[in-house]
């Protein structure tokens, strides 16, 4: 089993949609996770981090449930711009440290 | 943007050929990752580093090693490259646990 399982997608949403990815995780030792977007042929980057509280930025809500070891990022209006990579990512302790990256959902986005 | 440079950004070698990919972070940063990205698998972590000389592996070590002699480079080596090892290798670095990770360009590796 995957460390990190993410929807598979693709997601095709027209703008203004609201669409909802999720991500579950499979070691209890995962202390801080976060979402990244990555754009075709690019590295990824930070869009957000997950807090146990939930937390939101503009468009966006992601949220933790760690009883269910489970994650989940709301994008709200959906902009053509929004269109990319989404991934589910969990900082693990082993002592050493680790980050462990989902698969990514593909996210398209139609005028 | 973090300081972290990626080389070369795209090599084409042989199988069986040995083949070295550099790091350079300018962060200072402690922990320093590669990774591999196919598609289909998403990233997959090959090897991290916690610090100078302290490395471990990844879920796809196998057939790869690193060395980290000093903080800013971490450097990763196909010992004899296989036409498997075709991929996109991402560095990352972080500066602690709960902070981002800050990614280089990339590096395209073709093993012919």
């Known amino acids: 089993r995957k460390e990190v399982e993410q929807d598979p997608g693709p997601f095709n949403v027209p703008e203004g949609a609201t669409v909802a990815f999720n991500c579950t995780y499979s070691n209890s030792a995962s202390q801080s996770f976060f979402w990244y977007r990555q754009d075709c042929r690019k590295e990824p980057k930070l869009l957000m981090s997950?807090?146990?509280s939930g937390n939101e930025d503009g468009r966006f809500t992601a949220q933790l449930n760690r009883a269910s070891q489970y994650i989940s990022l709301l994008i709200r209006d959906s902009k053509l711009s929004d269109s990319a990579t989404y991934l589910c990512?969990?900082?693990?302790?082993?002592?050493?440290?680790?980050?462990?990256f989902g698969a990514g959902t593909r996210l398209f986005v139609k005028a | 943007d973090a300081g972290i440079t990626q080389s070369p950004r795209h090599k084409v070698t042989e199988t069986g050929t040995p083949v070295t990919l550099r790091c350079h972070q300018t962060?200072?940063?402690?922990?320093m990752y590669w990774y591999r990205q196919d598609p289909g698998h998403g990233l997959r972590l090959i090897h991290y580093?916690?610090?100078?000389?302290?490395?471990d592996k990844g879920e796809v070590s196998d057939g790869y090693s690193v060395s980290r002699s000093k903080t800013e480079d971490f450097l990763l080596t196909l010992e004899s490259a296989t036409s498997s090892q075709t991929s996109v290798y991402f560095c990352a670095t972080t500066g602690g646990r709960n902070e981002k990770l800050f990614f280089g360009s990339g590096t395209q590796l073709s093993v012919l």
């Open positions: 990512v969990v900082n693990i302790n082993t002592g050493g440290f680790k980050t462990i």
């Open positions: 580093s916690y610090g100078v000389k302290d490395t």
């Open positions: 962060e200072n940063h402690r922990y």
């Open positions: 997950v807090y146990s």
